[in-house]
Protein backbone atom coordinates (compact mmCIF):
# COMPACT_ATOMS: atom_id res chain seq x y z
CA UNK A 1 0.00 0.00 0.00
CA UNK A 2 0.93 3.50 -0.54
CA UNK A 3 2.64 4.92 2.40
CA UNK A 4 0.50 7.22 4.72
CA UNK A 5 3.04 10.29 4.40
CA UNK A 6 2.51 9.90 0.34
CA UNK A 7 -1.04 9.96 0.81
CA UNK A 8 -0.95 13.13 2.76
CA UNK A 9 1.46 14.72 0.35
CA UNK A 10 -0.28 13.99 -2.31
CA UNK A 11 -4.02 15.18 -0.57
CA UNK A 12 -2.68 18.35 0.10
CA UNK A 13 -1.13 18.94 -3.29
CA UNK A 14 -4.25 18.63 -4.77
CA UNK A 15 -6.31 20.82 -2.47
CA UNK A 16 -3.86 23.16 -2.60
CA UNK A 17 -3.96 23.17 -6.63
CA UNK A 18 0.08 23.23 -6.96
CA UNK A 19 0.60 23.51 -10.38
CA UNK A 20 3.77 20.60 -10.15
CA UNK A 21 0.93 17.76 -9.75
CA UNK A 22 -0.91 16.75 -12.79
CA UNK A 23 -4.79 16.14 -12.06
CA UNK A 24 -7.01 14.84 -15.19
CA UNK A 25 -10.45 14.94 -15.92
CA UNK A 26 -13.15 14.85 -15.78
CA UNK A 27 -13.65 12.39 -18.56
CA UNK A 28 -15.51 9.46 -19.85
CA UNK A 29 -14.72 6.88 -17.46
CA UNK A 30 -12.63 4.16 -18.73
CA UNK A 31 -13.98 0.84 -19.76
CA UNK A 32 -12.75 -2.53 -20.54
CA UNK A 33 -15.38 -3.77 -23.16
CA UNK A 34 -14.54 -5.55 -26.20
CA UNK A 35 -12.98 -9.22 -24.78
CA UNK A 36 -14.91 -12.42 -26.28
CA UNK A 37 -12.54 -14.85 -25.07
CA UNK A 38 -14.26 -17.00 -22.85
CA UNK A 39 -11.93 -17.15 -19.69
CA UNK A 40 -11.42 -19.94 -17.58
CA UNK A 41 -14.06 -21.15 -15.33
CA UNK A 42 -11.82 -22.16 -12.46
CA UNK A 43 -8.50 -20.03 -13.58
CA UNK A 44 -4.86 -21.63 -13.12
CA UNK A 45 -2.68 -19.79 -10.48
CA UNK A 46 -4.17 -21.35 -7.11
CA UNK A 47 -2.04 -23.90 -5.52
CA UNK A 48 -4.03 -27.29 -5.11
CA UNK A 49 -2.77 -27.94 -1.98
CA UNK A 50 -4.48 -24.66 -0.68
CA UNK A 51 -7.98 -26.63 -0.57
CA UNK A 52 -6.27 -29.60 1.83
CA UNK A 53 -6.80 -29.47 4.98
CA UNK A 54 -3.53 -28.38 6.65
CA UNK A 55 -1.55 -27.31 9.81
CA UNK A 56 0.51 -24.11 9.54
CA UNK A 57 2.26 -22.35 12.92
CA UNK A 58 0.47 -24.92 14.83
CA UNK A 59 -3.18 -23.69 13.16
CA UNK A 60 -5.27 -26.06 12.17
CA UNK A 61 -7.00 -25.49 9.28
CA UNK A 62 -10.08 -26.85 7.52
CA UNK A 63 -10.05 -28.27 3.83
CA UNK A 64 -11.91 -26.19 1.04
CA UNK A 65 -12.72 -28.24 -2.23
CA UNK A 66 -13.65 -24.79 -3.56
CA UNK A 67 -12.02 -23.32 -6.74
CA UNK A 68 -10.23 -20.23 -5.24
CA UNK A 69 -10.25 -21.22 -1.23
CA UNK A 70 -8.39 -19.29 1.04
CA UNK A 71 -4.47 -18.71 1.61
CA UNK A 72 -4.26 -21.14 4.18
CA UNK A 73 -0.96 -19.22 4.97
CA UNK A 74 -3.30 -15.89 6.04
CA UNK A 75 -6.01 -17.99 7.64
CA UNK A 76 -2.90 -19.02 10.04
CA UNK A 77 -1.02 -15.82 10.44
CA UNK A 78 -4.67 -14.12 11.29
CA UNK A 79 -5.21 -16.70 13.81
CA UNK A 80 -2.09 -17.04 15.59
CA UNK A 81 -1.46 -13.13 15.35
CA UNK A 82 0.90 -11.27 12.86
CA UNK A 83 2.82 -10.52 16.02
CA UNK A 84 3.25 -14.41 16.48
CA UNK A 85 3.46 -16.01 13.47
CA UNK A 86 6.92 -16.85 12.00
CA UNK A 87 5.79 -19.13 9.04
CA UNK A 88 2.61 -18.24 7.94
CA UNK A 89 3.43 -14.15 7.70
CA UNK A 90 6.35 -14.72 5.70
CA UNK A 91 4.29 -16.41 2.85
CA UNK A 92 1.65 -13.72 3.02
CA UNK A 93 1.87 -9.89 2.68
CA UNK A 94 0.14 -9.18 5.88
CA UNK A 95 1.62 -6.35 7.62
CA UNK A 96 3.63 -7.56 10.92
CA UNK A 97 1.04 -5.29 13.08
CA UNK A 98 -1.98 -6.26 10.93
CA UNK A 99 -3.26 -8.51 13.69
CA UNK A 100 -1.62 -7.97 16.58
CA UNK A 101 -2.57 -10.77 19.53
CA UNK A 102 -1.42 -10.32 23.61
CA UNK A 103 -2.20 -11.68 27.18
CA UNK A 104 -4.22 -13.77 28.20
CA UNK A 105 -5.63 -11.85 30.75
CA UNK A 106 -8.47 -14.91 31.61
CA UNK A 107 -5.83 -17.23 31.69
CA UNK A 108 -7.69 -19.27 29.68
CA UNK A 109 -5.65 -20.41 27.11
CA UNK A 110 -6.27 -17.09 23.96
CA UNK A 111 -4.90 -14.11 24.10
CA UNK A 112 -7.68 -11.24 25.07
CA UNK A 113 -5.62 -8.28 23.85
CA UNK A 114 -7.01 -8.06 20.22
CA UNK A 115 -5.95 -4.88 17.72
CA UNK A 116 -6.57 -4.35 13.65
CA UNK A 117 -5.22 -2.95 11.80
CA UNK A 118 -7.14 -1.44 8.71
CA UNK A 119 -6.97 0.54 5.53
CA UNK A 120 -8.96 2.00 2.54
CA UNK A 121 -8.35 0.78 -0.79
CA UNK A 122 -9.87 1.89 -4.21
CA UNK A 123 -10.77 -0.52 -6.64
CA UNK A 124 -11.34 0.04 -10.21
CA UNK A 125 -10.27 4.02 -10.10
CA UNK A 126 -8.92 6.44 -12.24
CA UNK A 127 -5.60 6.41 -13.72
CA UNK A 128 -3.89 8.84 -15.18
CA UNK A 129 -1.65 6.74 -17.03
CA UNK A 130 -3.59 3.75 -18.17
CA UNK A 131 -6.54 2.77 -20.35
CA UNK A 132 -7.83 0.66 -18.14
CA UNK A 133 -8.90 0.79 -14.36
CA UNK A 134 -5.94 0.94 -11.48
CA UNK A 135 -6.08 -2.10 -9.93
CA UNK A 136 -8.78 -3.91 -11.99
CA UNK A 137 -11.06 -6.23 -9.74
CA UNK A 138 -13.69 -7.21 -11.67
CA UNK A 139 -17.12 -8.22 -10.11
CA UNK A 140 -17.67 -10.46 -13.36
CA UNK A 141 -16.16 -11.08 -16.66
CA UNK A 142 -15.80 -7.77 -17.82
CA UNK A 143 -17.44 -5.83 -15.47
CA UNK A 144 -15.72 -3.62 -13.25
CA UNK A 145 -17.12 -0.81 -11.17
CA UNK A 146 -15.27 1.70 -8.97
CA UNK A 147 -15.23 0.46 -5.28
CA UNK A 148 -13.79 1.00 -2.01
CA UNK A 149 -12.89 -1.62 0.62
CA UNK A 150 -11.52 -1.63 4.22
CA UNK A 151 -9.14 -3.78 3.88
CA UNK A 152 -6.17 -5.83 6.29
CA UNK A 153 -2.89 -3.73 6.32
CA UNK A 154 -0.65 -5.02 3.99
CA UNK A 155 3.24 -4.65 3.04
CA UNK A 156 4.89 -4.88 -0.27
CA UNK A 157 2.93 -3.48 -3.78
CA UNK A 158 -0.94 -3.42 -3.84
CA UNK A 159 -0.74 -4.99 -7.26
CA UNK A 160 0.06 -8.64 -7.92
CA UNK A 161 3.52 -8.15 -9.17
CA UNK A 162 5.34 -5.46 -11.50
CA UNK A 163 3.95 -6.18 -14.62
CA UNK A 164 0.26 -6.98 -13.40
CA UNK A 165 -2.81 -4.57 -12.94
CA UNK A 166 -4.52 -7.02 -10.58
CA UNK A 167 -4.81 -6.15 -7.26
CA UNK A 168 -2.50 -9.00 -4.34
CA UNK A 169 -5.26 -11.21 -2.89
CA UNK A 170 -5.77 -9.28 0.60
CA UNK A 171 -7.01 -6.31 -1.50
CA UNK A 172 -10.83 -7.54 -2.65
CA UNK A 173 -14.53 -6.62 -1.94
CA UNK A 174 -15.83 -7.37 0.39
CA UNK A 175 -13.92 -5.76 3.59
CA UNK A 176 -12.75 -8.43 5.74
CA UNK A 177 -14.99 -10.06 8.22
CA UNK A 178 -13.64 -9.33 11.61
CA UNK A 179 -14.09 -12.21 14.37
CA UNK A 180 -12.95 -11.38 18.25
CA UNK A 181 -13.93 -13.02 21.44
CA UNK A 182 -16.76 -11.91 24.25
CA UNK A 183 -15.23 -10.15 26.73
CA UNK A 184 -11.56 -9.17 24.68
CA UNK A 185 -10.22 -5.84 24.49
CA UNK A 186 -10.65 -4.78 21.09
CA UNK A 187 -8.88 -2.01 19.08
CA UNK A 188 -9.44 -1.02 15.01
CA UNK A 189 -7.24 1.19 14.14
CA UNK A 190 -8.21 2.84 10.88
CA UNK A 191 -5.47 4.11 9.03
CA UNK A 192 -6.83 5.95 6.28
CA UNK A 193 -4.69 5.98 2.86
CA UNK A 194 -7.96 7.26 1.17
CA UNK A 195 -7.98 10.56 -0.20
CA UNK A 196 -11.54 11.22 1.26
CA UNK A 197 -12.01 11.47 4.79
CA UNK A 198 -13.56 7.98 6.45
CA UNK A 199 -14.76 6.88 9.90
CA UNK A 200 -15.57 3.23 11.61
CA UNK A 201 -19.34 2.98 13.08
CA UNK A 202 -19.32 -0.44 15.01
CA UNK A 203 -23.11 -1.14 14.36
CA UNK A 204 -24.74 -3.17 16.72
CA UNK A 205 -21.63 -3.88 18.52
CA UNK A 206 -21.69 -2.98 22.20
CA UNK A 207 -19.10 -0.25 22.27
CA UNK A 208 -18.57 3.14 24.50
CA UNK A 209 -19.80 6.34 23.14
CA UNK A 210 -16.20 7.82 24.36
CA UNK A 211 -13.25 5.89 25.15
CA UNK A 212 -11.70 6.67 28.74
CA UNK A 213 -9.19 9.56 27.33
CA UNK A 214 -12.05 11.32 25.78
CA UNK A 215 -11.62 9.60 22.14
CA UNK A 216 -14.78 9.61 20.44
CA UNK A 217 -15.75 5.98 19.72
CA UNK A 218 -18.41 5.87 17.79
CA UNK A 219 -17.89 6.90 14.28
CA UNK A 220 -19.98 9.33 13.23
CA UNK A 221 -18.35 12.45 12.06
CA UNK A 222 -19.02 15.98 13.95
CA UNK A 223 -21.31 14.03 16.92
CA UNK A 224 -18.64 11.64 18.21
CA UNK A 225 -15.43 12.50 16.60
CA UNK A 226 -13.68 14.18 13.55
CA UNK A 227 -13.90 11.97 10.83
CA UNK A 228 -10.29 10.52 10.02
CA UNK A 229 -8.50 12.61 7.33
CA UNK A 230 -6.00 11.30 4.66
CA UNK A 231 -2.74 10.65 6.08
CA UNK A 232 -4.15 10.44 9.47
CA UNK A 233 -5.23 7.01 11.86
CA UNK A 234 -8.24 6.94 14.58
CA UNK A 235 -8.67 3.78 16.77
CA UNK A 236 -11.83 2.33 18.24
CA UNK A 237 -12.11 0.86 21.56
CA UNK A 238 -14.27 -1.97 22.91
CA UNK A 239 -14.68 -4.94 25.40
CA UNK A 240 -18.34 -6.73 23.99
CA UNK A 241 -20.57 -8.53 26.62
CA UNK A 242 -22.91 -9.80 23.85
CA UNK A 243 -22.33 -12.18 21.62
CA UNK A 244 -23.71 -12.03 17.84
CA UNK A 245 -23.31 -10.88 13.97
CA UNK A 246 -23.31 -7.51 13.52
CA UNK A 247 -21.43 -4.90 10.90
CA UNK A 248 -18.96 -1.99 10.95
CA UNK A 249 -18.90 0.83 7.89
CA UNK A 250 -17.99 3.85 7.10
CA UNK A 251 -20.37 6.65 8.31
CA UNK A 252 -18.80 9.54 6.41
CA UNK A 253 -21.90 10.13 3.92
CA UNK A 254 -23.21 6.99 4.39
CA UNK A 255 -25.37 6.95 1.55
CA UNK A 256 -22.43 7.00 -0.83
CA UNK A 257 -19.55 5.62 1.13
CA UNK A 258 -21.23 2.18 2.24
CA UNK A 259 -22.61 0.94 -0.78
CA UNK A 260 -19.22 2.03 -2.47
CA UNK A 261 -17.93 -1.09 -0.49
CA UNK A 262 -16.87 0.36 3.15
CA UNK A 263 -19.01 -1.87 5.53
CA UNK A 264 -18.42 -5.65 6.98
CA UNK A 265 -19.65 -8.13 8.98
CA UNK A 266 -17.96 -8.36 12.77
CA UNK A 267 -18.88 -11.50 14.87
CA UNK A 268 -18.56 -11.55 18.14
CA UNK A 269 -18.12 -15.28 19.35
CA UNK A 270 -18.62 -16.82 22.81
CA UNK A 271 -15.77 -17.14 25.00
CA UNK A 272 -14.57 -20.51 25.72
CA UNK A 273 -11.24 -21.68 26.34
CA UNK A 274 -8.26 -22.14 23.81
CA UNK A 275 -10.49 -20.52 21.66
CA UNK A 276 -8.01 -19.09 18.93
CA UNK A 277 -10.13 -17.05 16.25
CA UNK A 278 -10.03 -16.43 12.70
CA UNK A 279 -9.84 -12.63 12.96
CA UNK A 280 -9.89 -11.83 9.38
CA UNK A 281 -11.81 -13.86 7.07
CA UNK A 282 -10.85 -12.13 4.01
CA UNK A 283 -13.57 -12.53 0.85
CA UNK A 284 -16.05 -13.81 3.76
CA UNK A 285 -17.18 -17.10 2.05
CA UNK A 286 -15.80 -20.77 4.49
CA UNK A 287 -14.64 -20.38 7.84
CA UNK A 288 -11.47 -22.52 7.78
CA UNK A 289 -10.21 -22.16 11.35
CA UNK A 290 -13.67 -21.98 13.30
CA UNK A 291 -14.66 -21.15 16.94
CA UNK A 292 -14.65 -23.49 19.88
CA UNK A 293 -18.27 -23.19 20.02
CA UNK A 294 -18.89 -23.33 16.32
CA UNK A 295 -17.04 -26.63 16.30
CA UNK A 296 -19.44 -27.69 19.32
CA UNK A 297 -22.15 -27.49 17.47
CA UNK A 298 -22.03 -27.31 13.50
CA UNK A 299 -20.05 -29.27 11.05
CA UNK A 300 -18.85 -26.24 8.85
CA UNK A 301 -19.61 -22.44 8.87
CA UNK A 302 -19.62 -19.46 5.88
CA UNK A 303 -20.38 -15.92 5.68
CA UNK A 304 -22.11 -14.58 3.07
CA UNK A 305 -22.15 -10.83 2.42
CA UNK A 306 -24.84 -9.20 -0.33
CA UNK A 307 -24.92 -5.79 -1.74
CA UNK A 308 -26.07 -3.67 -4.58
CA UNK A 309 -24.06 -1.24 -7.02
CA UNK A 310 -25.39 0.97 -8.99
CA UNK A 311 -23.39 2.40 -12.25
CA UNK A 312 -23.91 5.77 -11.37
CA UNK A 313 -22.31 6.19 -7.64
CA UNK A 314 -19.61 3.51 -9.12
CA UNK A 315 -18.19 5.32 -11.84
CA UNK A 316 -17.67 8.35 -10.44
CA UNK A 317 -14.50 7.94 -9.29
CA UNK A 318 -13.22 6.17 -12.61
CA UNK A 319 -13.28 10.10 -14.02
CA UNK A 320 -10.61 11.63 -12.74
CA UNK A 321 -7.80 12.30 -9.93
CA UNK A 322 -9.04 15.67 -8.84
CA UNK A 323 -10.82 14.94 -5.75
CA UNK A 324 -12.39 17.83 -5.56
CA UNK A 325 -14.43 17.30 -8.77
CA UNK A 326 -15.16 13.72 -7.18
CA UNK A 327 -16.52 15.25 -4.03
CA UNK A 328 -18.71 17.40 -5.83
CA UNK A 329 -19.90 14.81 -8.10
CA UNK A 330 -20.48 12.30 -4.97
CA UNK A 331 -21.89 14.54 -2.12
CA UNK A 332 -23.83 16.86 -3.99
CA UNK A 333 -25.02 16.29 -7.82
CA UNK A 334 -25.44 11.94 -7.18
CA UNK A 335 -29.22 11.64 -6.17
CA UNK A 336 -29.67 8.45 -4.08
CA UNK A 337 -33.20 8.64 -4.08
CA UNK A 338 -33.49 8.07 -8.30
CA UNK A 339 -30.68 5.41 -7.45
CA UNK A 340 -31.09 2.12 -9.73
CA UNK A 341 -28.94 -0.77 -8.81
CA UNK A 342 -27.66 -2.45 -11.72
CA UNK A 343 -25.25 -5.12 -10.05
CA UNK A 344 -26.07 -7.55 -6.81
CA UNK A 345 -22.74 -9.15 -5.24
CA UNK A 346 -22.13 -12.05 -2.67
CA UNK A 347 -18.63 -11.87 -1.04
CA UNK A 348 -17.78 -9.51 -3.53
CA UNK A 349 -18.71 -11.19 -6.74
CA UNK A 350 -21.27 -11.35 -9.20
CA UNK A 351 -22.55 -15.14 -10.80
CA UNK A 352 -20.30 -16.82 -12.46
CA UNK A 353 -17.29 -15.79 -9.74
CA UNK A 354 -19.44 -16.44 -7.08
CA UNK A 355 -19.20 -20.05 -8.11
CA UNK A 356 -15.11 -20.15 -7.59
CA UNK A 357 -15.31 -18.96 -4.01
CA UNK A 358 -18.60 -18.51 -2.58
CA UNK A 359 -20.98 -21.47 -2.97
CA UNK A 360 -21.84 -23.52 0.16
CA UNK A 361 -20.35 -26.62 0.05
CA UNK A 362 -22.02 -29.15 1.98
CA UNK A 363 -22.32 -32.99 2.70
CA UNK A 364 -25.01 -35.06 4.42
CA UNK A 365 -26.46 -35.40 7.44
CA UNK A 366 -24.56 -32.34 8.71
CA UNK A 367 -25.12 -28.64 10.76
CA UNK A 368 -24.13 -25.95 9.09
CA UNK A 369 -23.91 -22.29 9.77
CA UNK A 370 -24.49 -19.98 8.12
CA UNK A 371 -24.30 -15.95 8.75
CA UNK A 372 -25.53 -13.58 6.45
CA UNK A 373 -25.39 -9.74 5.94
CA UNK A 374 -26.98 -7.36 3.65
CA UNK A 375 -25.07 -4.09 3.16
CA UNK A 376 -26.62 -2.76 -0.11
CA UNK A 377 -29.41 -0.74 -0.45
CA UNK A 378 -32.02 -3.01 -1.29
CA UNK A 379 -33.87 -5.90 0.03
CA UNK A 380 -33.05 -9.64 -0.01
CA UNK A 381 -34.90 -12.91 -0.29
CA UNK A 382 -33.03 -15.26 0.12
CA UNK A 383 -33.93 -18.77 -1.17
CA UNK A 384 -31.49 -22.15 -1.29
CA UNK A 385 -33.42 -24.64 -3.31
CA UNK A 386 -33.87 -28.01 -2.19
CA UNK A 387 -33.66 -26.87 1.56
CA UNK A 388 -35.17 -25.15 4.77
CA UNK A 389 -32.57 -23.08 6.73
CA UNK A 390 -33.79 -22.19 10.33
CA UNK A 391 -33.12 -18.26 11.16
CA UNK A 392 -32.10 -18.46 14.73
CA UNK A 393 -30.88 -14.78 15.79
CA UNK A 394 -31.53 -11.59 13.72
CA UNK A 395 -29.03 -8.46 14.28
CA UNK A 396 -27.54 -10.40 16.68
CA UNK A 397 -30.24 -11.47 19.09
CA UNK A 398 -31.58 -14.96 19.71
CA UNK A 399 -35.09 -15.24 18.53
CA UNK A 400 -37.61 -16.46 20.98
CA UNK A 401 -38.67 -18.62 18.49
CA UNK A 402 -36.75 -19.73 15.28
CA UNK A 403 -37.91 -20.12 11.94
CA UNK A 404 -38.21 -22.85 9.22
CA UNK A 405 -38.76 -22.03 5.84
CA UNK A 406 -37.24 -21.25 2.34
CA UNK A 407 -37.36 -18.02 1.66
CA UNK A 408 -36.33 -15.11 4.23
CA UNK A 409 -35.95 -11.48 3.85
CA UNK A 410 -32.82 -9.87 4.58
CA UNK A 411 -33.06 -5.96 4.59
CA UNK A 412 -30.54 -3.34 4.25
CA UNK A 413 -28.05 -3.56 7.25
CA UNK A 414 -29.94 -6.33 8.74
CA UNK A 415 -27.65 -9.43 10.19
CA UNK A 416 -29.55 -12.78 10.00
CA UNK A 417 -27.74 -16.33 11.63
CA UNK A 418 -29.36 -19.48 9.79
CA UNK A 419 -29.05 -23.47 10.80
CA UNK A 420 -29.03 -25.58 7.48
CA UNK A 421 -29.72 -29.14 7.70
CA UNK A 422 -28.48 -31.09 5.28
CA UNK A 423 -30.38 -34.21 6.97
CA UNK A 424 -32.69 -35.31 3.99
CA UNK A 425 -35.96 -35.68 5.77
CA UNK A 426 -38.04 -34.26 3.20
CA UNK A 427 -37.99 -30.70 5.03
CA UNK A 428 -34.94 -29.50 5.91
CA UNK A 429 -33.24 -30.91 2.65
CA UNK A 430 -34.28 -32.98 -0.07
CA UNK A 431 -31.24 -35.18 -0.51
CA UNK A 432 -27.34 -34.36 -2.44
CA UNK A 433 -27.58 -32.10 -5.41
CA UNK A 434 -25.83 -28.69 -7.00
CA UNK A 435 -28.72 -26.77 -5.33
CA UNK A 436 -29.60 -22.65 -6.41
CA UNK A 437 -29.32 -20.26 -3.98
CA UNK A 438 -30.42 -17.16 -5.10
CA UNK A 439 -32.03 -13.56 -4.26
CA UNK A 440 -36.04 -14.48 -5.22
CA UNK A 441 -36.43 -10.73 -5.93
CA UNK A 442 -35.83 -10.99 -9.56
CA UNK A 443 -33.33 -8.07 -10.28
CA UNK A 444 -30.66 -9.91 -7.91
CA UNK A 445 -30.36 -12.71 -10.24
CA UNK A 446 -29.18 -10.10 -13.02
CA UNK A 447 -25.53 -8.48 -13.88
CA UNK A 448 -27.03 -5.19 -15.46
CA UNK A 449 -30.56 -6.78 -16.21
CA UNK A 450 -28.65 -9.47 -17.52
CA UNK A 451 -29.49 -13.28 -16.12
CA UNK A 452 -28.38 -15.12 -15.04
CA UNK A 453 -26.00 -13.23 -13.35
CA UNK A 454 -26.38 -11.51 -9.68
CA UNK A 455 -25.95 -13.36 -6.40
CA UNK A 456 -26.59 -16.73 -7.50
CA UNK A 457 -24.78 -19.39 -5.85
CA UNK A 458 -25.26 -22.97 -4.94
CA UNK A 459 -25.70 -25.19 -1.67
CA UNK A 460 -23.90 -28.04 -3.46
CA UNK A 461 -22.93 -31.21 -2.41
CA UNK A 462 -19.46 -32.29 -2.64
CA UNK A 463 -20.36 -35.31 -4.62
CA UNK A 464 -21.35 -32.95 -7.32
CA UNK A 465 -17.91 -31.11 -7.30
CA UNK A 466 -15.81 -31.63 -10.40
CA UNK A 467 -11.58 -32.02 -9.15
CA UNK A 468 -11.27 -28.22 -9.44
CA UNK A 469 -14.23 -27.17 -7.28
CA UNK A 470 -16.32 -26.58 -9.55
CA UNK A 471 -20.48 -27.91 -9.85
CA UNK A 472 -21.25 -29.86 -12.04
CA UNK A 473 -23.34 -29.39 -14.37
CA UNK A 474 -25.55 -30.80 -17.41
CA UNK A 475 -24.47 -27.70 -20.22
CA UNK A 476 -21.32 -25.70 -20.19
CA UNK A 477 -20.83 -22.62 -18.52
CA UNK A 478 -18.19 -21.25 -20.58
CA UNK A 479 -20.78 -18.72 -22.57
CA UNK A 480 -21.32 -17.01 -18.51
CA UNK A 481 -17.43 -16.86 -18.32
CA UNK A 482 -17.40 -14.62 -21.49
CA UNK A 483 -17.27 -10.65 -21.09
CA UNK A 484 -19.20 -10.35 -24.41
CA UNK A 485 -22.47 -12.01 -22.41
CA UNK A 486 -22.97 -9.38 -19.89
CA UNK A 487 -22.71 -6.58 -22.71
CA UNK A 488 -25.63 -8.66 -24.00
CA UNK A 489 -23.64 -9.31 -27.75
CA UNK A 490 -24.54 -13.37 -26.63
CA UNK A 491 -28.09 -14.82 -27.68
CA UNK A 492 -29.24 -16.15 -24.18
CA UNK A 493 -29.92 -19.69 -25.72
CA UNK A 494 -27.84 -19.94 -28.77
CA UNK A 495 -26.08 -22.84 -27.11
CA UNK A 496 -28.98 -24.59 -26.88
CA UNK A 497 -30.43 -24.04 -30.12
CA UNK A 498 -28.69 -21.60 -32.11
CA UNK A 499 -30.93 -21.89 -35.30
CA UNK A 500 -34.31 -20.69 -33.17
CA UNK A 501 -32.64 -18.40 -30.64
CA UNK A 502 -29.21 -17.03 -32.50
CA UNK A 503 -28.89 -13.16 -33.52
CA UNK A 504 -31.64 -12.03 -35.80
CA UNK A 505 -29.64 -11.34 -38.77
CA UNK A 506 -32.53 -11.14 -41.07
CA UNK A 507 -33.41 -7.94 -43.33
CA UNK A 508 -35.61 -5.51 -42.21
CA UNK A 509 -37.60 -6.32 -45.35
CA UNK A 510 -37.75 -9.58 -45.09
CA UNK A 511 -39.90 -9.49 -41.70
CA UNK A 512 -43.77 -10.11 -41.69
CA UNK A 513 -45.37 -7.39 -40.20
CA UNK A 514 -48.31 -7.64 -37.93
CA UNK A 515 -51.52 -5.98 -39.25
CA UNK A 516 -53.15 -5.72 -35.91
CA UNK A 517 -50.15 -4.25 -34.09
CA UNK A 518 -49.81 -1.58 -36.57
CA UNK A 519 -53.20 -0.74 -36.35
CA UNK A 520 -52.85 -0.12 -32.44
CA UNK A 521 -49.82 2.38 -32.58
Not at 158 to 163: C, D, G, K, Q
Not at 261 to 288: C, H, K, S, Y
Not at 476 to 481: I, M, P, Q, V
Request: one cysteine or more; glycine letters at 8%; proline letters at 8%.
Amino acid sequence: MLPVVWITSVAALMIAGVAALVVFGPSAPRSVGGDTVPEDACPPGTPAHWRDAQTIDGVEIEADPSCEPDDPAVVAAVVKGTNRAVQALMETRLARDAVIKRNDRDGDGDPDDIEIKLEVTELNGFSPNLDVPSLRYPIAPGITPGLWVFSPKVRGMSTTNFLSNDPQPLLRLPAPVIRVEQGDTVTITLENTHYFPHTIHLHGVDHPFVQADGQGNDGVPMISEMATLPGQRHSYRFTPRQTGTFFYHCHVQPQAHILMGLAGMIVVEENRPDNWLQTFNVGAGRVRHRSVASREQYDREYDLHYQDMDRELHNLIQHTNDIRWTAKAMNRDYKIAERSAEYHLLNGHSFPYTLRDSMVVVAPDENVKLRVINTGAEPIYLHPHGHKPTVTHYDGVRLSQSITRDVFEIGPAQRAEFDLSTVNDGLHSYGEGAWFMHDHREPGITTDGISPGGDISLVVYETYLNADGMPKTYGSLATFFNPAYYRGEIPVWAEMAPDLFGDPNVPQAMCTSNPKRDTQK
